[in-house]
């Protein structure tokens, strides 16, 4: 029998509106305290609704002061109203319109949801549901509307007035301090992505000519002062909005697009329509204030917002169970828009980091969740990990399972057949069925099911018949919810790699049962479809390298029987530099769970250093400074705690870490001094792709140098911070400062302090590297900077790289055995809880790994998360996030 439980959401229970709004036409006349909205709604019944339905419009601690229907007043009797709800009982069957007047007070919205303010401007957040914080309103992603908004507002206090579409007219009230804006948008759209700003900023303006010729007014508003380092955004936006021409060719719709920047944001930014909002650390860059990962993250939010505007905005989602829809085909497409401006090979490996840090870790733990959860009580809770980076990769293996040109036709498709629409995953499926004439029932298994499939891989040479066997086999895990786990469809891109490291022609025994076929074969993709299966290849001369899951064809964790040697190899010639880098993490992940399992020191010496050999191998031989800086970077401490899997004590995780970066700093000291002293420090700096992969492996080297030789790592690093010309080598010379007890990392930390003092966005760089030092000492510190200027609980940047880089970075002390980060990220919790859910829950989030802890860590992680349950007057974000957590 099923609890009762009023919060949930169910796929299942989706039912079509039973009223339409085909126009929506608003009044904001803007205030700090008290902001007038009339809303006036074009209301119809929904042909395919329920007949006779009552209309039901959401609201969230709104203040109603009147309505009118058809412009005369509507007697109370007629309708009820919380300030959560309007029911309208009995309205008319004819369509009609309703006028709503509401009063807000934006100063005191700390939820950063509906309209609020930021700093001296107003502005909107409204994805995912908080336009019923403005107006009551069908707040549903399939109601699409045409919006009018007129803005009112102080001409002083606020000069600037945008919103949504294109601007109509503007002009002052007479005889009054007051001025007004109109704008239209042409597009229907859902109210998650209406916006409004108000204030007094910047501006940096370029325009951008369309492929069809279209000339196109292009804005970015900052703080006064800031407009210097927009210049970087501006320029990423233009070679987004032609990115999407040649590769979709897709072109921008309204006359004007808008971004502006605000420095209290609850995540990177939103993709409202025509109206970017973005948080302002993904605007703001000059060299001396950003890094280079600064930079690239700038690059990427600002293409993922523009992509939006065809997946998301002009096809957007039928309900929020279809997120991924929009968001894993648009970070499919930022992560495609990157690898063409910068290294392919490079941002793939990145990506794959990023999946494996976050999502794998999402899905080991208990928050476990499919790309298409199928309920959800708090839907802000689902902009995760697994909806956004592994709904990315679905994208991406279903363009390797249909191959480029299907793929291609089957994106044109869904273009021209669901534009206007509000879509489902469904939708998007059957254009790749029309293109490849494929079934994809199959593949559509990975949006339900949850959970990190294994892949193992076994071959055995037979050296007489010259072939080779493999036996390939896969096993999903029990997720919460999910006991039973199904094969699914896996496609995996593979390489014979000879003794001699050439490639070896892929010759099979083709259709025998369960042999491969021959466009597996021509393709280089072999298709796991069942539990099992074995295939055995012909005319192999010598035992080879079997090299699989190129490019990381498939969101899973590979489970290879290759020998050290046979890694080495690969790391060394493999085609495929996806494939070579993971070679070298395989190698370096299995030093470190020995280590960390405490596997008696020493049996691991000859292995370590035939590592170090193969490292400086790639470091002699490679011209790819970028791609050497990740091979030479060890998978993190949560990727190694999760490969460990249960009773992991992060402290043992942590110290083999450490050993081994000492280990390759000794082996490869000549190397990376060279490189530390040869990649040109003095150039002047320019953030592109090369420039930035050359600093990357040389504070790559600064970093391993340290770890092998305090002293000389301490002089390095001084030296380099001294001297940076830029925040990139700064920033990554004090990060190893940091790592080193004593007066010089203090010294340094006081010098960034009072270079950057007042440049909030630097200082957060400051406070993160502080919360992450990974040792005793650091929650009172942490502690210590709550309390200083450079801290505030209110803005999200803060909280995040402060609090949250404690709770995400610093394995070893949020998980120290006393319990002390646990508690303490609990009572911040509970702290952020009332003044904004959103963030709090976030916070909490960190909890996810919880369960594989060693028991003396379980024990205290536990009780924090039953102290949080247990507290009364929890927000649904924070309630939902610690009841599954311990569920
Ligand atoms: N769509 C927004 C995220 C909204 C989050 C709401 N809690 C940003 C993005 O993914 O582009
Ligand atoms: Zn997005």
Known sequence: MRTEDPQLVRLADYRPPDFLIDRVALDIKLDQKKTRVTSRLSLRRNPIGRAGAPLLLDGDELLLLGVTLDGQPLDTSRYAVTPEKFTFAEPPEAPFELEIEIELDPSANTKLMGLYRSGSAYCTQCEA???????????????????????????????????????????????????????????????????????????????????????????????????????????????????????YGREYDLDVFNIVAVSDFNMGAMENKGLNIFNDKYVLALPETATDA???????????????????????????????????????RDQEFTADQRSRAVQRIADVRTLRGQQFSEDAGPLAHSVRPDTYREINNFYTATVYEKGAELVRMLKVLVGEDTFARGIKLYFARCDGTAATVEDFLACFEVSSGRDLSHFALWYKQAGTPSVAIASTCDERAKTLTLEISQDTRPTPGQPDK???????????????????????EVDAFDGATQSE????????????????????????????????????????????????????????RCARWQAAQSYATRLLVAAARQTPVGANQASIAAF????????????????????????????????????VDPDAVYLARQSLRADMGRALSRELTRLHRDLDQNAPYSPDARSAGRRALRNTALDLLAASDDAAGMRLAKAQFDAATNMTDRVAALGVLCLIEGEAREEALDDFYKRYAGDALVIDKWLTLQAIIPHAGTLDRVRRLMRSDAFSMGNPNRVRALIGAFAAGNQRQFNAPDGSGYEFIGECVLLLDPKNPQVAARLLSAFRTWRMMEPKRRRPAEATLQHIQAAQSLSPDVRDIADRSLA
């Open 294 to 332: 600064d930079y690239a993250g700038i690059e990427r939010v600002i293409a993922h917002e523009y992509l939006h505007n065809w997946t998301g905005n002009r096809i957007t989602c039928r309900d929020w169970f279809q997120l991924c829809l929009k968001e894993g085909l648009t970070v499919f």
């Open 129 to 247: 549901e908080g336009f019923r914080r403005i107006t009551y309103f069908l707040d549903r992603p399939d109601i699409l509307s045409v919006y009018t908004t007129r803005v009112q507002a102080d001409r002083k206090e606020a000069p600037v007035l945008l919103s949504n579409g294109n601007p109509v007219e503007h002009g002052d009230i007479p005889n009054s301090s007051m001025h007004y804006a109109i704008w239209y948008d042409p597009f229907p759209k859902p109210c998650y992505l209406f916006a409004l700003v108000g204030g007094d900023l910047g501006r940096i303006g370029d325009t951008f000519t369309t492929m069809s010729g279209r000339k196109v007014d292009l804005a970015i508003y900052v703080e006064h002062g800031n407009e210097p380092r927009a210049a970087y955004a501006m320029d990423a936006l233009k070679r987004a909005m032609r990115w999407d021409e040649t590769a």
């Open 612 to 647: 170090g050999e193969a490292l400086r191998q790639i470091v002699a031989t490679s011209d790819d400074p970028p791609f050497t800086a990740q091979v030479l970077t060890l998978p993190s401490e949560a990727d190694i705690a999760r490969e460990i899997g249960e009773n």
């Open 521 to 576: 074969l021509s393709r280089g993709v072999l298709e796991l479809t069942t539990a099992r299966r074995h295939i055995v290849f012909r005319e192999i001369p010598d035992r080879p390298v079997v090299s699989v899951l190129r490019g990381f064809s498939a969101p899973v964790q590979l489970v290879q029987s290759a020998t050290d040697e046979d890694l080495v190899l690969q790391c060394a010639c493999d085609s495929d």
């Open 486 to 508: 199904k094969p699914l469809i896996v496609p995996l891109a593979i390489g014979l790699i000879g003794a001699n490291g050439a490639a070896l022609p892929l010759k099979a």
